[in-house]
């Protein structure tokens, strides 16, 4: 028994224990958390139940632990670790292409990652890459459905092959029997009312970039004359929303230095109405000042914990709303193989750049060592040692093998992983610290709902 493959943890008026190889989470008393973190410790049966007796009746402690053999039993505690397999880039069918329709952008927000993305000799996907990716993945083996998503830049900057693209996907898809949705990344400021009524008529997922307070996002989504986005992007993303109420969407901001009080983010975007949203920490480059720094771990805490009040209070009000990394399904989550082959970039997914190269995803583009070929070519796909490097990196991390998050986080983000460290040596603490944070109130929300 190692704690390893073990997770007890306390949150609010709530003790967990979370099974890492079976996925399967129990809320435990007092007596059943001391013992099952005495066992843990690597204490004998006799030890533990000496130990406890001097604080438990004796038939407490037995009952608990008849509880905690019966679990382990039915392998929901205690459980055998996986078995390791990972037949190679080339065995995972693609399920997923991130399209780089525009690798231009109408505004030059500080933190985005591409913003060196407009010194690029194609900065718009011609049609004609957009429909070889759409062949390339309708003929991957991968059972019925396909998933294409537009990003940027600005997608919207290419809007004429957008349109393009999503009837033809549309098209050779029902010939060969194939469910296909669409997603796009969005800053909003190009919805016109053309726009909207097609993403709206088409039914595409939308993910809307918006940051919450005025102040906090015109501090960091600018154009390019320095001014902010927020009262247009507000107006057209309400706009946007209203004609499919409310539905089939994410608001997306972003957590830096300058917003650590995030959860004052949540609230106005609430007040507008909005429940589907997401706030993800800031990928940069250390020494940037809006990077943010193991020292602004506690204050996160707090506003994580924060977060969790102001989610239980709307649901008890009756006005629920989706947080989502508070989204965590033990049911149905990852079957057994994802969840040993972690993030699926680079093998279920690829990003193609306007150009046609292929990318284990999209914050890769442009980094021509992770280039793994090109659309256009007649075998598209190349092996590429350093992409497979970025999975082999971190599964023999010893603190990713040991990590209780494992088969919950994906390993982790290579792409930020890159560059935060600077290399794949080791995962960037900060992240790892944070996902465990959000996955924590995730769990707790999973025992509080059931």
């Given at each position: 028994m190692v704690k390893k493959d073990v997770h007890l943890f306390a949150c609010r008026d709530m003790k967990l224990v979370y099974d890492v190889n079976s996925g399967s989470l129990h809320q435990v008393d007092e007596p059943a958390a001391e013992a099952i973190e005495l066992?843990?410790?690597?204490?004998?049966?006799?030890e533990v139940?000496?130990?406890?007796?001097?604080?438990?009746?004796?038939?407490?402690?037995?009952?608990?632990?008849?509880?905690?053999?019966?679990?382990?039993?039915?392998?929901?505690?205690?459980?055998?670790?996986?078995?390791?397999?990972?037949?190679?880039?080339s065995s995972y069918p693609l399920k997923a292409l991130?399209?780089?329709?525009?690798?231009?952008?109408?505004?030059?927000?500080?933190?985005?990652?591409?913003?060196?993305e407009k010194t690029r000799d194609v900065l718009l996907m011609p049609l004609e890459v957009g429909r070889r990716a759409v062949d390339f993945l309708l003929e991957s083996d991968s059972g019925r459905h396909r998933e294409i998503d537009f990003f940027g830049g600005e997608p919207l900057l290419n809007f004429p092959v957008f349109k393009e693209i999503v009837a033809y996907a549309k098209k050779e898809a029902r010939a060969?029997?194939?469910?296909?949705?669409?997603?796009?990344?969005?800053?909003?400021?190009?919805?016109?009312?053309e726009i909207v009524g097609f993403l709206n008529r088409e039914a595409i997922s939308v993910v809307l970039s918006l940051d919450g307070r005025p102040a906090v996002h015109d501090a960091m989504r600018q154009d390019s004359r320095g001014r902010g986005s927020y009262r247009s992007a507000l107006q057209n993303i309400r706009r946007l929303l209203e004609e499919r109420d409310y539905r089939n969407y994410y608001i997306r901001g972003t957590i830096t230095?300058?917003?650590?009080?995030?959860?004052?983010?949540?609230?106005?975007?609430?007040?507008?109405?909005?429940?589907?949203?997401?706030?993800?920490?800031?990928?940069?480059?250390?020494?940037?000042?809006?990077?943010?720094?193991?020292?602004?771990?506690?204050?996160?805490?707090?506003?994580?914990?924060?977060?969790?009040?102001?989610?239980?209070?709307?649901?008890?009000?009756?006005?629920?709303?989706?947080f989502y990394h508070f989204l965590v399904d033990l049911e149905k989550g990852p079957c057994l193989y994802k969840r040993l082959s972690g993030c699926g970039a680079g093998r279920e997914y690829l990003a193609v750049a306007a150009d046609?190269?292929?990318?284990?995803?999209?914050?890769?583009?442009?980094?021509?060592?992770?280039?793994?070929?090109?659309?256009?070519?007649?075998?598209?796909?190349?092996?590429?040692?350093?992409?497979?490097?970025?999975?082999?990196?971190?599964?023999?991390?010893?603190?990713?093998?040991?990590?209780?998050?494992?088969?919950?986080?994906?390993?982790?983000?290579a792409a930020a992983v890159l560059t935060q460290t600077g290399g794949l040596e080791m995962n960037d603490f900060l992240s790892c610290a944070l996902q465990k944070m959000r996955l924590e109130k995730a769990l707790y929300l999973q025992a509080n709902q059931s």
């Open positions: 066992l843990l410790q690597g204490c004998a049966i006799q139940t000496a130990s406890l007796t001097e604080r438990f009746s004796r038939e407490t402690v037995q009952e608990v632990l008849v509880e905690i053999q019966s679990l382990k039993e039915e392998s929901l505690l205690f459980s055998a670790p996986l078995a390791r397999h990972d037949p190679g880039v991130c399209l780089l329709l525009s690798q231009d952008c109408n505004l030059s927000c500080r933190y985005c990652f591409a913003r060196d060969r029997g194939i469910e296909l949705t669409f997603t796009l990344t969005t800053n909003a400021l190009l919805c016109t009312e230095k300058h917003n650590l009080d995030f959860s004052r983010d949540v609230e106005p975007l609430l007040k507008q109405g909005f429940d589907s949203l997401s706030l993800e920490p800031v990928v940069a480059s250390p020494g940037e000042d809006y990077a943010l720094e193991a020292a602004d771990l506690p204050q996160m805490e707090r506003e994580y914990e924060r977060l969790l009040d102001l989610f239980l209070d709307h649901q008890a009000a009756g006005k629920p709303f989706l046609g190269s292929l990318y284990p995803c999209h914050q890769f583009s442009g980094r021509d060592e992770y280039c793994m070929g090109s659309i256009m070519d007649e075998e598209p796909l190349q092996e590429n040692a350093r992409v497979e490097a970025l999975y082999e990196a971190a599964r023999i991390q010893r603190e990713c093998a040991e990590c209780w998050a494992r088969y919950l986080c994906g390993f982790g983000c």
